[in-house]
């Protein structure tokens, strides 16, 4: 660890990269080699700053699991050089790349904070200044030698999460983000504050592991209210479908038809892993708890428990990549990994 930290700024895309030339009106990339230059309250934090750029931004509603492994890559090949992290990234999809960072980091022991904005930089009433600034004062906070936060986590407007319980909850709102199983890690306000107690510690001396390994042959699957025989079965016979993380409805019910249950025991069979995890907003999946989850718990779905779909999605893609044996994988989808869901 260096006397002064020494961040390094990752810009992937997004709307917090973006200047408004006055002129025309249009959006433009932005120059982070000129970062100071533009927010010379930087200059302030006691931290050094390095910026690297993907060489084409890509909006986040183009990012996909090659691009997740080009995040890692670049955090992988500056480790040693830095002393956090700060990655930014389009708001639309960052709870996934945030929560499969999670995921593909083991023993991580600096901080990588992921953040963005609704407004662009260079905008009048943007809110990426407060953003990029408290993200990278929370990458450079040291206690004891130690980086404060030692987990990837998300900050938006005035707080800071543990990236794999985060969901984008509004599209026009600053508070565009939640945390609705867990509270936040840390608040800005007159000042930083730190929970302590709930921030992620890796076991000390374990050396990072980092995994590039994602099965992206997977589905989301959502129920509703007279879905078909036809549309359920399409989906679970998809070729070489790995995995199915299922939205059910509640703390983990779905329909009792003998169809429905019938289509998920011939996937399971076949080897598909799926997940039961709650459509609401907040709480948890309890199977057995209502009759219509009964059958769901006697023929072996996985418990998401409280775990976001994003955070599921990243977990399984991750699972999967890892070639876990059959035997193991649903203890393993049901045991927290990295904060992600309850004991």
């Known amino acids: 660890m260096t006397s002064i930290p020494h961040i390094l ?10 200047t408004k030339d006055y002129k025309t009106g249009a959006l433009k990339a932005f120059d982070f080699n000129k970062l100071l230059k533009h927010i010379p309250e930087l200059n302030l934090l006691n931290c050094m700053i390095d910026s690297v750029s993907f060489e084409e931004p890509i909006d986040s509603s183009n990012m996909n699991t090659q691009h997740w492994v080009s995040i890692v890559e670049i955090i992988e090949d500056n480790y040693e050089k830095f002393d956090g992290f700060v990655v930014l990234h389009g708001s639309d999809t960052m709870s996934y790349t ?10 991580l022991t600096k901080p990588v904070i992921f953040t963005g904005s609704q407004l662009p930089i260079g905008d009048l009433r943007t809110d990426a200044k407060e953003n990029l600034i408290t993200s990278i004062q929370v990458a450079s906070e040291i206690k004891n030698g130690k980086s404060v936060v030692q987990e990837v986590c998300l900050y938006f407007e005035y707080k800071l999460y543990r990236a794999n319980r985060t969901t984008k909850m509004n599209a026009e709102h600053f508070e565009a983000f939640s945390s609705p199983n867990f509270p936040p890690l840390g608040e800005s306000g007159v000042h930083l504050k730190f ?13 990072i592991k980092i995994r590039k390994k994602l099965e992206d042959n997977i589905v989301i ?6 879905i078909t025989r036809n549309a359920v079965k399409s989906i679970l016979e998809i070729k070489g479908l790995k995995g199915v ?23 399971l069979k076949k080897g598909i892993k799926i997940v039961d995890v709650t459509q609401c907003a907040g709480g948890s999946v309890i199977l057995g708890h209502y009759e219509t989850s009964v059958e769901l718990q006697k023929i072996g779905l996985i418990s998401g428990k409280d775990i976001t779909t994003e955070s599921a999605l990243a977990k399984m893609m991750y699972l999967l990549g890892e070639k876990i044996k059959m035997k193991d994988f649903k203890q393993l989808f049901e045991t927290p990994l990295r904060g992600e869901m309850i004991e």
């Open 195 to 207: 929970h302590n107690s709930l921030i992620f510690k890796t076991k000390r001396f374990k050396k």
């Open 9 to 18: 700024l990752i810009y992937t895309g997004g709307t917090i990269g973006m």
């Open 221 to 226: 699957l959502k129920l509703f209210p007279g």
């Open 245 to 267: 993380v299922l939205e059910t409805y509640g703390s983990g019910n779905a329909p009792t038809d003998s169809w429905f249950i019938d289509l998920l025991k011939s996937a």
């Open 98 to 107: 945030a929560s499969a960072l999670s995921f593909m980091f083991e023993n």
